[in-house]
């Protein structure tokens, strides 16, 4: 009877290559959080074009300052541009770090503490204040 014997040969050095690629995939996946900081880099650059766009960055236009707030903006000695006045809201979700960010390996949270940034961003119809929104989410995701 006659047996068969494969014989296999591999490349050493590419098979120890290989094993250090996938070990610092591993690792790499591990510890996500340098992913989180240049996400958070890219976001707070859009966020920053977002105000400078007036909305248009995140496609999420913003409805224009009635004539009587452009007025009164400019006889305080403030800027036209909406949502913006001393810079708090802008500077607190625009500029590194946000003003509540935390990091970890696996997972991230950031955003503002600023109190009147949720009624800019949906509107407040009973205070005449229309919804511009300071991102979409949706939007940002694709």
């Known amino acids: 009877m006659t047996t068969f014997a494969p014989?296999?040969?591999?490349?050493q050095t590419r098979w120890n290559a290989m094993r250090r690629e996938l070990r610092g995939m591993r690792d790499?996946?591990?510890?996500?959080?340098?992913a989180w900081?240049?996400?958070l880099d890219w976001f707070t650059h859009g966020n920053r074009q977002q105000f400078?766009?007036?909305?248009?960055r995140w496609g999420t236009p913003w409805r224009e300052l009635k004539p009587r707030t452009v007025v009164q903006k400019r006889?305080?000695?403030f800027t036209t541009d909406i949502?913006?006045?001393e810079n708090?809201?802008?500077r607190s979700i625009a500029d590194r770090p946000m003003d509540f960010e935390?990091?970890?390996p696996h997972d991230m949270s950031a955003g503002t503490t600023v109190e009147y940034a949720g009624y800019h961003h949906r509107g407040a119809p009973r205070a005449g204040i229309p919804a511009r929104p300071l991102w979409d989410t949706g939007k940002i995701a694709r």
């Open 75 to 77: 006889d305080l000695g």
């Open 52 to 56: 400078g766009t007036q909305g248009k």
């Open 37 to 39: 900081n240049a996400f």
């Open 102 to 104: 935390r990091v970890g």
């Open 7 to 11: 014989k296999f040969t591999f490349d």
């Open 28 to 34: 790499r996946a591990q510890n996500v959080q340098p």
């Open 83 to 85: 949502l913006v006045r």
């Open 88 to 90: 708090i809201l802008l």
